[in-house]
């Protein structure tokens, strides 16, 4: 089913910039295109290259000059985008700040409702734009039960409700499994094909994309444009320095060794284990888990199916439901083998939790400070946090913002930083929620060798993953969850 859209938006920027308070350099500068109505965009960059704050200019949410300050013009319609309520659909990069409602359908509707569409249309709409991203739920399910990748698509579905000229996405894909990136997709393309809605999609994953869009933009890391025109142009005369600037580039892997499983001890076990979002309700059940020590365990499955659920539940943040999962001897706390029961302490130098949104995770107001808190927690001396934090912010390219808001990153670097912060505490297993997701090129190169190395020092890591290169390089064990019914 396709869904209908108002005709398409004309967006112009004029040696447009912005930047936020309290930062030094501009999160986007002198960015100058026009986007002609009907126009499909794939907008590229390296993290940080400010793809996300453009996306937030178009859809007229930056804010005022308290926020920060702008320079040059930025125009959709002939007009600030600001006074263009109701053309410009914005999916942002992280759905749970796109969620308003605590019911589905609720959610869905929220859009049109604020829109004042007809009462007599909405539930047309709502059935519609729900069927087109594959959310197939029941109309009152509680928002909060979703599963990230859910979300997503939740979100994507309220703003296609609204029938927007201007479609912007934010990584729209970054959460769901292949099935859901392929409905995900699909649902877009038969949106913007129908309708010829002006379409500008943020997207890390080249080669989903590629061939819905006319036209690939690339914003430079310190102002302007790195490369405009046709993606086949553009892949082919810029591709190596686009690769070398951290854009993924189709056709180019990287070169980072596959990493073979080790024979090795449990660190994690369990037997027949059931896990739970809450007591009433079991995502999975008769679960045989093994983490073998100085390896890495990847999670893969399709969304909904409980791979967060089973990260929780062995970083002992989630009780389990029936069954226990249990430490090797030599990883027992004082209260004993199952991690649930462990002190806070006690969990930071034994299993790390890297959470699916960074956000979650963050206390302080600078990076440096965020990747001191384990360290001074484990009583460290001064000089030994100075320098474990330094090379953190040195290997994941992070050192020019030490002294920045960790809430005024870009999502590719926060996810950096949320792995960083677990790293600092040099915990014996690390548990890793999407520890890709969002990554340019080169971010993903760091954080994946970064990985290899701790294994290469014989700690654990489990990673809870989508991305098949992740599963290729990383090696080790694999936990497949089907689906849940």
Not at 282 to 290: K, N
Not at 347 to 374: C, K, N, S, W, Y
Not at 396 to 422: E, Y
Request: hydrophobic fraction near 45%; include cysteine; glycine fraction near 10%.
């Amino acid at each position: 089913m396709s869904v209908s859209v108002a005709s398409p938006a004309r967006v112009q920027a004029a040696g447009w910039g912005w930047r936020y308070s309290g930062r030094k350099r501009p999160a986007v500068a002198d960015v100058t295109f026009t986007i002609e109505p009907g126009e499909r965009v794939l907008l590229l960059g390296a993290s940080g290259a400010g793809k996300s704050t453009l996306l937030a200019g178009l859809a007229g949410v930056l804010g005022d000059a308290d926020e920060g300050e702008r320079r040059g013009t930025l125009l959709v319609d002939g007009a600030a985008p600001e006074t263009q309520r109701g053309r410009v659909g914005l999916v942002l990069q992280d759905p749970e700040a796109g969620i308003v409602l605590s019911k589905v359908g609720d959610d869905v509707a929220f859009g049109c409702e604020n829109l004042g569409v007809a009462a007599s249309e909405i539930p047309r709409r709502v059935a519609e734009s729900m069927d087109a991203v594959g959310l197939d739920v029941p109309l009152d399910r509680a928002t909060k039960a979703l599963s990230g990748g859910q979300k997503q698509r939740l979100v994507l579905a309220g703003v296609l409700a609204m029938r927007p000229g201007l479609l912007l996405l934010d990584e729209p894909t970054a959460n769901l499994d292949p099935e859901g990136v392929r409905e995900v997709r699909a649902s877009v393309g038969r949106a913007v094909e129908a309708t010829d809605a002006t379409l500008v999609v943020v997207e890390h994953r080249t080669p989903i994309w590629v061939d819905l869009m006319t036209r690939v933009i690339v914003l430079a890391a310190d102002g302007g444009l790195l490369a405009d025109g046709p993606p086949a142009r553009v892949f082919t005369e810029h591709g190596a320095a686009l690769a070398a600037a951290g854009v993924w580039v189709p056709d180019r892997g990287v070169d980072l060794p596959v990493l073979q499983p080790v024979p090795a001890s449990d660190a994690l076990s369990s037997t027949d284990l059931a896990i739970a979002r809450d007591p009433s309700v079991v995502v999975q059940s008769g679960l045989d888990i093994a983490v073998p020590r100085a390896n890495a365990t990847v999670i893969t499955g399709p969304n909904g199916a409980g791979k967060s659920t089973l990260a929780l539940t062995l970083a002992g943040l989630l009780p389990e439901h029936d069954g226990e999962v249990r430490s090797a001897p030599e990883l027992a706390g004082r209260r004993g083998h199952r991690p649930i029961r462990w002190t806070s302490r006690e969990l930071l130098t034994r299993i790390g939790m890297v959470f699916q949104e960074p956000e979650h995770q963050f206390l302080t107001r600078t990076l440096r400070d965020e990747l001191a808190v384990g360290p001074r927690a484990l009583g460290w001396t001064r000089e030994r946090t100075d320098a474990g934090v330094d090379e953190l912010l040195d290997r994941l390219d992070l050192a020019p913002l030490a002294l920045a808001n960790p809430f005024t990153l870009s999502g590719g670097q926060k996810r950096r930083l949320s792995v960083a912060t677990v790293l600092a505490g040099a915990p014996e297993v690390i548990v890793l929620d999407e520890p890709t997701f969002g990554q340019d090129r080169r971010g993903w190169i760091s954080l994946v060798a970064l990985l290899q190395d701790e294994i290469s020092r014989g700690r654990s890591i489990v990673a809870v993953t989508h991305d098949d290169a992740v599963v290729q390089h990383l090696g080790g064990h694999r936990i497949r969850l089907a689906a849940t019914t």
